[in-house]
């Protein structure tokens, strides 16, 4: 099993420095809504405070608090783009769709920035990704790539960089060339999750923590949802758990796959520190990706997905430690203060996930390691589809997103298998 329980251990640097966190009450007796939300991370959240702004009466329930998954543990990185470069959506789909694809995917990053500045949400934002390469033979694809990005995209922010300017950027060696982005950059996730609640429930959606859907079913033109202390009707209905679903809708399950995702906290390295002097965040080729950036307190956050179960925070700090030792051999005996972990979704192309799964519930996720922006504006698009503009959204929902090999009983164990294949391809 690549996960024990839906929670990780540790607690996070984020949860440490969120400052207040509010509570939200359980569920306790049955509601009626126009739209019943399960999920209290990104997507819900957003999709709770769109509607409800647009005047919808939203009851939004979320298992455990609202960010506890994905949305409140991340590595606070945006991106450019889709999870899939642009070139390869190109050639999958063609210009057009592919183009558009993109523009979304623009307008969600633009989109985050503005609804944070817009509902006054801190949420730490500073510029910068650095993509890096960590075998010298990939180099000329970044290369290539940056010059795609500008000359076919028209994406003026990305330049190629060569092994002494990834050296200079990273402040370490271990890597061949790369690309600077200065058009994104990353976040404080769960600061985010906070004031993004604070909008919706300003907005009069009602949010319910500790409360767990135990079933959904349509029924007669509605939605039913039950929890153990009440039951949801609805008109409509939006599925936003992504990696935590436990079995509760077997289409958007079949399809997305939890792996998990680790991260450690050093100590503040001081004003001295080679490390990150741009304050850029950096994500570098393995398969296996590891990404990492500095805080605004001066800490390295360094994460990585790996394959083993790990039960124990303590196991956290060992992994990533060593980890870090490989980029920056100097901090090898750096003190990690915090160990976390979490659970991403991901899909078999890594492209999200969008499907009406059932009469008027749709699922979405699978965002696959790019959620921090697309997952926040897919709470946006939904929020269209149900004022009666699914345009947009159907772009998601209309990309080819086959489900996993194994059914239930064997596709766990085929996804360890081929991680841990794709593990030692990247030590190769």
């Known amino acids: 099993m690549l996960y024990q329980s839906p929670i990780s251990p540790g607690i996070s640097w984020y949860e440490d420095t969120v400052g207040d966190r509010p509570t939200y009450p359980t569920l306790d007796g049955d509601r009626k809504a126009d739209v019943i939300v399960i999920g209290g991370g990104f997507t819900g959240l957003s999709a709770a405070a769109h509607l409800a702004k647009a005047g919808a009466n939203v009851v939004l329930i979320e298992a455990y608090r609202f960010g506890d998954g994905a949305s409140g543990r991340n590595g606070g990185q945006l991106g450019t783009g889709q999870r899939t470069p642009l070139d390869e959506l190109e050639a999958l789909l063609g210009w057009t769709r592919a183009k558009a694809l993109f ?19 801190d949420i730490d934002f500073t510029p910068g990704q650095l993509s890096v390469a960590h075998k010298k033979r990939y180099v000329d694809d970044y290369r290539n790539y940056a010059d795609y990005m500008r000359e076919r995209a028209g994406y003026e922010h990305i330049s190629f960089m060569d092994a002494a300017e990834t050296a200079q950027r990273v402040g370490s060696s271990a890597y061949f060339g790369g690309t600077r982005d200065t058009g ?3 976040i404080h996730p769960l600061k985010l999750v906070i004031g993004t609640a604070r909008v919706a429930a300003e907005a009069r959606a009602q949010l319910f923590e500790n409360t767990k859907a135990t079933g959904i079913r349509a029924n007669g033109g509605k939605v039913e949802v039950t929890t153990p202390k009440g039951t949801i009707r609805a008109d409509k209905g939006l ?10 809708e077997p289409v958007s399950a079949a399809h997305i796959m939890p792996i998990g995702s680790f991260i450690g906290a050093t100590v ?16 570098d080729s393995r398969f296996v990706v590891r990404y990492f950036r500095k805080s605004n307190d001066g800490r390295l956050l360094f994460g990585g997905r790996e394959i083993y179960a790990v039960k124990d925070p303590k196991d956290i700090h060992l992994h990533i430690r060593r ?27 890594r492209r999200p996930f969008v499907r009406e799964v059932m009469p008027n519930v749709i699922a979405t996720g699978g965002y696959s390691g790019h959620g921090v922006m697309l997952s926040n504006f897919m709470g946006k698009l939904y ?13 998601f929902e209309e990309l080819k997103i086959p489900a996993f090999p194994g059914g239930r009983l064997l596709r766990q164990p085929l996804m360890f298998l081929a991680l841990n294949w794709y593990a030692l391809r990247d030590r190769i």
Do not use: C
Request: glycine share 12%; proline share 6%; no cysteine.
């Open 103 to 121: 523009d979304l995917a623009e307008e969600a990053k633009a989109h985050l920035l503005e609804f944070a500045a817009t509902n006054r949400i």
């Open 239 to 248: 599925i936003t758990v992504d990696a935590y679903g436990n079995g509760l």
């Open 323 to 349: 980890q870090i030792a490989e980029v920056y051999p100097a901090l090898k005996d750096i003190e990690i203060t915090h160990g976390w972990g979490g659970y991403v979704g991901i899909t078999m192309p």
């Open 268 to 283: 503040p390295l001081g004003a001295q520190s080679p490390v990150l002097p741009g304050g850029e965040s950096v994500d």
């Open 184 to 186: 994104t950059g990353h």
């Open 383 to 395: 929020a269209e589809t149900v004022a009666g503009n699914r345009d947009r959204l159907k772009l």
